[in-house]
């Protein structure tokens, strides 16, 4: 295939919607259905004019659109957000949108017209932070909550999905889910320094993990930190270490595919001289096995058990968020491999940490992701970088895949042309 | 020796101090040098001025009362201090103080004259809440700081210590130290719970442990909980808890007299899903012998250099607070001892918790405490409650102590009607 994107023109364009929300210091703040979001939208919408396709919004704010196929069959999808954090990126989200828009672009200017539809998609409120939960349009999207108690959904800011949407003129009238996609890809950063540190420049996704959030109270009796034995305290703080690090060796047993965190700790009453009495800590597992997490799941209880004996204290746990692990299509996940080595490029099979659109529309249709590296591994952030021949590979691939699985109808005179260039 | 306390009369004036600065459900609030504190102090003088004391208040506000001996040699001291924590109980000091007033009047009943005089002390601001640093009476008493400086320093309040006691009337200009004590005594709860545990009627105090307190901040890197492998973490959380596990279980090796507390840990940015980038916690390690503490110091900067390159994080540490032990004269302690066995009271040798008025007051003299059990090891707290027989047994000993110390040059006839009772 002799198509090729026109990676100035993306990153023009990542730049341009770069600019809409941008904080002083670099980086963005499109926060879901916010004025800076809707600014983002209408930008989007007058690319996807300008690039002739046809525009729908549905009843969550999904934007959507069409680049007709010669057969009006099932259309290869091409997604992804525009909000961001509030100190985000210019690329997490964007770079799956824009570079659905530059393979539109490229089959334009290419006068390539594909068996299949293509549709480039942009996701409502996929970060979720004024609205739970995140990856909320593709959630509706895929049928995994209704459109009714979406809208209904009161955010950080006292307002509803459905009010926000009305007020920046996003509420839409088509159907939620009304195309039903052959297959959904999704290029994006890999927001971890895995690529990075193995000087790999592709990511082919496999799956997106499972998670496992607990919260764990240890209750003890407070005590004073001089005149109480060791042998007579019930601390709660040395009940929370022992478990964080027992746990944590446990989960590096588990293999590389295994990560575990304690990411936050409370004591009570957090005092140099007294011996704590209470300990909350949280626990993040995420294993891409659904059997393997609740091995290290049925660990940590056991672990829980045997050191509340030890250390005679208390344990209660609270689970805060469970999702089993999503499985991308393999079919995909090799076309995606074989691509990438066709066009020279060193991968690597990954598993996503969760938190994309993709793990929602895959519900639906064989689905796949692309990554490629974050600089230092950052994202969330407002240094979050991907060099511009990174964006190139990534797209490059993504318009490879696309083409294979939309199936290439003709080429014009022009894309011969092209591709002496 | 017949003479003999009244432990009723100990009780009232125990619940009499209790109702000043009383707190709605129990306990005390009496801090230093608030309108609490005067009225105590007031209750105090008029009780030393019904006992026929000759009262002084020096310069830093210390109240002592002076009992006659037949000689006018240098006397025994009992003392402690009145003021409270701000959630604090009746025990706490108060007994030390009222165990003195009991015993003057006991001798008093009795008719008995000693050989020394005999002084009762309630030093100023023992507990430190409002105005750093604590055992701030005792302190200047010993000549550890000038008046001058203890005088100036401000309060969380925004006041001075000079201020605050003109203010309360409390600004006395008998010199500080001006008495040079044949030796101290105090009596005081245990605020543990060995006694208890180990269900033995008096704490023989040998020495106050030494202390050492440090902060330690250790500094990794922030990073997404799903998206780093564990081996490319720089988790400052996971190094603290490996350092608290292992410097807890080091100090466990050195011996019974070692205790060392994790009290307070903060991580950043504690979140659920982030490796934290930063963890600063304390340690707080105590031990009556300075050699043994100064070897666990030493190994807890081994432990940290070991850590710190085993998870490849950066370690900062700052000391926050370093007493060394004080020993407590072997002829005081072994005098209390052998009265507790003469009284038929099990006894236990052990070290107190830094902070009493006695380790500043050890510094010009001979200087000994006695402790009693505290219910379930309580103290600082509403609920600190040690039973009248407990407190009956401590200033009963107290008495034999004092009297040892001071020699009893006569008793009338009174006396000898007394002890018939």
New interface residues.
Partial sequence: MTVQIDIDRLMGRIFALGKVGALQDGGVCRLALTDEDKQGRDLLVDWMTALALDIHIDGVGNIIGIRKGRKDNAPVMIGSHIDSVATGGLYDGALGVLSGLEIVAALNDHGVETQRPIVVVAFTNEEGVRFAPDMLGSLVYADGLSLEEALGITGIDGTTVGDDLARIGYAGDWPVGGIQPHAYLELHI?????LE?EAAEIGVVEGV?G?S?TEITFDGTS??????????RH?A??A???F??EI?RL??QMG?S??????????HP???????ERAVI?L?L?NPDEERLKAVEAGAAELLDRIAERREVGVKTRK?ARFEPVAFAPAIVDSIEAHAAKLGYSSRRMY????HDAQMIARMCPAGMIFIPSKN?L??NVTEYSAPEEIARGAGLLLEAVLDLAGVAKATGDTQEATRQ
Same sequence: chains 1, 2.
Wanted: with cysteine.
């Fill in positions: 890999e927001q971890g320094p895995v540190t993990q998670i959030w005590a004073h930190a001089g005149t109480t034995p060791m042998r007579l601390d703080g040395r929370a270490a022992e964080s690090v944590t989960a590096e590389e295994q990560v575990c965190t304690i990411g936050a700790v409370e004591l957090n005092l140099v001289n007294v011996v704590p949280t993040d995420r805060l996503a940490g969760a938190g591994g994202s969330h």
